[in-house]
């Protein structure tokens, strides 16, 4: 079915280390896209990844996507305390055209 | 632009009473998601409106039902209210559809007793 695993679903870091999630989806997804949730805030829009193996970069942190479209990691450099938050991924499904997000990976950082 | 606005923020009811909520997206914006989000299971896709019409629908029980007006705001209603429906409910609009980027407005707290 269409459905998007996230790990790990919560995360613990010294300040200055790094930090990772990654979700993986049974079937290929057209796309997936990463959100940011603050706490007590609400998603907000990160990147986007379309295409097989594709890797972006925005400063400390680095997205990829797999070669089969169906796995994609998140990996921030150094963590700051401004890192704070729930990172999701959401894949696209071509079929019934879907944004299916994962269950969120809530990020602390302890200074 | 402005953003994606939400009425009202938070809201109390009790069980078996029913809610509409509203969301406003953002000028220009034709399709509108709604979404549950809940600390145990995440957010959860409840439906999706473009041009007044539900185009895509959740795993969500007939006491959840929405809709979209000429202007692109949407409404959604949850009938018959149950514990389990406390949660914070996010609409997002998009240009065209959920493939590209969605923005979200801040949410609307419910909260059943």
Known sequence: ?111 | KAGVTQTPRYLIKTRGQQVTLSCSPISGHRSVSWYQQTPGQGLQFLFEYFSETQRNKGNFPGRFSGRQFSNSRSEMNVSTLELGDSALYLCASSYHDSYNEQFFGPGTRLTVL
């Open chain 1, 1 to 111: 079915g269409q459905q998007v695993m996230q790990i790990p679903q919560y995360q613990h870091v010294q300040e200055g280390e790094d930090f990772t999630t990654y979700c993986n989806s049974s079937t290929t997804l057209s796309n997936i896209q990463w959100y940011k949730q603050r706490p007590g805030g609400h998603p907000v829009f990160l990147i986007q990844l379309v295409k097989s193996g594709e890797v972006k970069k925005q400063k400390r942190l680095t997205f990829q996507f797999g070669e089969a479209k169906k796995n994609s990691s998140l990996h921030i450099t150094a963590t700051q305390t401004t890192d704070v938050g729930t990172y999701f991924c959401a894949g696209f499904y071509n079929q019934g055209g879907k944004l299916i997000f994962g269950q969120g990976t809530e990020l602390s950082v302890k200074p």
